[in-house]
């Protein structure tokens, strides 16, 4: 499928889920559309698998969707380089990929989307209505009970596990068309959303609170401060003057929206990268740890082992030998 018969499926579904064409028209200018694959079993669900690359940097505010009246937004994505440009490594090292996570919003909610020059975005994205999500869970869903508060605004952000990937990457792979698609499909989002909602159910218990616009702003101040600054974790102080929250409630409130604490959030990321520098740049584990912020190898080595369930010289070893 070209450029111009994808933009048109994208300017067809905005018109469908109720968002402004003309607007949407001025900001599908800016973009790239190298795949949409739109599988639409509304008013149950709707599939939509995207490859976009941004010619310009740029902010675009999702509207609230109207297609549906209740329903949650599952957003499975993940955001890497392409560029060639040796001009432009100083700023793509500056903005740091973020890990490939789930973002899960309710219709209603307005959420501005970034779009970074040269990086394309990879993305899977599920529609599903409320009752027909809770029908999906069965007896269960009184476990997620603050999906389903009408009366609250949320925000969830989980990172994918191995498993979400893998079947996010198979998924997104290569288009399923003729007979039976629709089916293939709608099994596959369910297997996704059953694997996400598994991950979910080992969040730590918090009593979820509706959020305001000002307070999301504030944790993705901080959620991005911290993924750009591993090697020197910010202070409490730093941390309040970013989030424009006291300390207390920018805990509670990171906690609720990104299944972490703070300073697990932070070592996690950390680990992500560790394994990151020995798998892709090469280097040993001491220069990692150095360069990672750590002094203390010692303490790294055994981060490292309760993350990956070995230590850091052992699973180098193993990707040095799968390299070959």
Known sequence: MNLIDNKRQMLALAEKLGMSASEFNNTLDLLRLNEIHIVDMLPEMLLMIRSVIAQETFTYRRKPIDAVKRGLLFSFQNIFS????????????????TQPHVRITPFHLESDVVFPKGFTISQITILIELDFLKSFIGKDQEAFGYLFNDEKTLLIEEFMSPEVADLVNEIAGFPILGILSEAYYK????????????????????????????????LYRVRDVISSSLE?????????????????????????????????????????????LIRDKHLSVSETGYQLGFTNLSYFGRLFEQHFGMKPKKWSAQHRLKDK
Do not use: C, W
């Open 187 to 218: 099994l596959k989002s369910l297997e996704l959303l059953y694997l996400l909602f598994k991950n979910l159910s080992k969040r730590q218990h918090v009593i979820h609170q509706s959020l305001r616009s000002n307070e999301i702003a504030g």
């Open 232 to 276: 020197q974790p910010l202070t409490q102080e730093d941390l309040v003057k970013i989030s424009g929250m006291n300390i207390l409630k920018l805990r509670k409130l990171f906690t609720q929206v990104f299944g972490k604490g703070i300073y697990e959030y932070s070592q996690y990321l950390r680990m992500q990268e560790a394994a990151r």
């Open 82 to 97: 392409h560029s060639s440009d040796h001009n432009e490594n100083a700023y793509h090292e500056k903005f740091l990929p």
